[in-house]
């Protein structure tokens, strides 16, 4: 089993390095996981942050199927195995993260618009913790398929 994600580190990852949720759920799968190059994970996935700027799909959400995508990618043309692997890998993690928050929506997630100063306070405390079970379901869904 790979390292996980713990509070502390997403905590340094969000406040510490002022990276976006998105970018957290990447760093994760990059240094953690070894799916891919850190650096490359962090520009990836920078405008992913917010519902991309625009209160739409959670950035850990975004950030997590992205990680899933390198777990088990699908990359070669007309491999429909591979990809409807894939498609239940993403399936599952949007239900859990669902049936956990309520939404994948970053707007609902906050009750509001990411743009909206209003809204920081809620972010400070709720966006940590969407990143963290991003990241421990992603965990789980690569190990459950190692079994």
Known sequence: ???KMTPQRVNEILIDQ???CSQCVMAHA???LGLMDEKLALRASGGLQGGCFGGDVCGAVAGAV????L???YDTPNDNDQKALLVS???EF????TEKHGSLICR???GGSFADPAILPIMRVKCPQFCLDACNIVDDIIEESKQ
Do not use: I, S, Y
């Not at 992205?66 to 995508?69: E, H, Q, S, V, Y």
């Not at 949007?94 to 993260?97: A, L, N």
């Open 1 to 3: 089993m790979t390292a």
């Open 18 to 20: 002022h990276m976006g």
């Open 30 to 32: 990059a240094q953690d």
């Open 66 to 69: 992205m990680a899933l995508g």
């Open 71 to 73: 777990a088990f990618p």
């Open 89 to 91: 890998k993403v399936t």
């Open 94 to 97: 949007r239900k859990r993260f």
């Open 108 to 110: 609902e997630l906050l």
